[in-house]
């Protein structure tokens, strides 16, 4: 039951959908025309000699439950496919139900043919359609307290009742094909009421199919749904399937431009993050330039400073000694005036300058003696006397 299934039952009903996912379905979508090959499929199944499909001696091979639930389920995933719809033939139709039948089992069985699983799909559909007209009836007028179940068994009893005792050994489909929209409807019980039905053996008139089915392929998407008259939700149609895939093909191309912008801008900013990042470096690295330059040029003004300062200092001291050393030398030009002074005999001069020269000789005595510079002269001058 869980075996694998190949590519070509993915290429029919589109990527993302295979028969695995119809079966763990929770809804699985029916049409109600393809029941039309119900009632007379026992009969003809066996007289025909103008159907396509092939026959077999082993007919009469026992069917199990699992081979009875694959093959409703087979029906169904099938006869919904509404990319091919009512265009697809009979025999085209059984040829691809046995393919997927057979995927589902996971073995090949020779005695499992496109007829034996008409003949036994028109047995269960026509008990089954039996027992759901009787359990509609026992839900459109149902007794105070009744539960579903109650109601199930009262269906069985009554069934049993109409068929002379033979039990109801198709609950197990009936409770797939339930599920369905269609087999909830009134109409449905009508139709299957009704003699137009049509045989599966009828391989050379196209099936007619519904157009509409659920969008089990991706049960994340919200679908369109029709209400009947009768208030039953009906399945998305093959147009509506193709417009909401054209739809979807349009949000694809606006959610790969989103995608494209998205991608573009987030580009673009991680550019501009870079050149941002690029341009704060840069700025960095000036900001230090500029700053070394400014210390440099800082610390040359002070040394130049500090040099001016010292060559101020130099030439003060320059000047200092200059003044001290024209000082020494007008005071040494003093000197030897008052030398040449006091050298000067004066009884030798005239009597008008003798009494001049003895003056300037007593004041630089005096001079010489208030700076020290004769004490030792005058000392021994007094020793002398």
């Known amino acids: 039951m869980n075996a694998s299934y190949p590519s070509h039952v ?22 109600t025309q393809t029941s039309n090959t119900s009632k007379k499929s026992n009969k003809k199944c066996k007289t025909t000699k103008k159907s396509n499909i092939p026959q077999t001696s082993s007919l009469n091979k026992k069917w199990t439950k699992a081979e009875d639930v694959a093959l409703t389920k087979a029906w169904l995933y099938v006869s919904v496919d509404s990319d091919i719809g009512n265009n697809q033939k009979n025999s085209a139709m059984w040829n691809r139900i046995l393919q997927t039948w057979r995927d589902n089992i996971g073995a090949y069985d020779e005695a499992r043919t496109t007829n034996s699983l008409g003949c036994r799909w028109g047995k269960i559909l026509a008990a089954v359609n039996k027992f759901h007209a009787l359990h509609e009836r026992l839900e459109r007028t149902p007794q105070s307290g009744t539960t579903p179940e109650d109601m199930k068994r009262e269906a069985i009893r009554m069934y049993e009742d109409l068929t002379n005792g033979k039990p109801f050994k198709y609950e197990h489909c009936w409770e797939i094909l339930i599920t369905n929209p269609k087999w909830c409807s009134k109409e449905l019980t009508k139709t299957n009421d009704s003699n ?19 969008d089990y392929m ?46 573009t801008l987030e580009k673009q900013i991680k550019v501009n993050e870079e050149e941002l990042e690029l341009k704060k470096e840069k700025d960095k690295k000036e900001f230090e330039l500029r700053e070394q330059t400014m210390k440099k040029e800082i610390e040359l003004k002070e040394k130049a ?10 030439k003060e001291k320059n000047q200092r000694l200059k003044e001290k050393e024209q000082k020494m030398k007008e005071k040494a030009q003093k000197r030897q005036e008052q030398d040449r002074i006091l050298n000067q005999d ?39 006397k």
């Open 305 to 314: 400073q500090k040099m001016k300062e010292k060559d101020q200092q130099l």
């Open 196 to 214: 137009k039905q049509k045989s599966v053996n009828d391989s050379d008139s196209p099936v007619s199919f519904s157009n509409q089915r659920d």
């Open 218 to 263: 991706n049960p994340d998407t919200p679908i369109t749904e029709g209400i009947n008259s009768d208030g039953v939700v009906r399945p998305q149609g093959r147009k509506g399937t193709k417009e909401k895939k054209r739809r979807l093909n349009d949000e694809k191309g606006v959610v790969e431009a989103l995608y494209n912008l998205q991608s």
């Open 346 to 384: 004066v009884n030798k001069l005239p009597l008008a300058l003798r009494s001049t020269f003895e003056i300037y000789q007593a004041q630089i005595l005096k001079e010489g003696e208030n700076d020290g510079l004769f004490g030792k002269v005058f000392t021994n001058s007094d020793d002398d």
């Open 10 to 31: 993915h290429q029919q009903f589109g990527s993302g959908f295979s028969f695995q996912s119809l079966l763990n379905a929770p809804k699985l979508p029916f049409d």
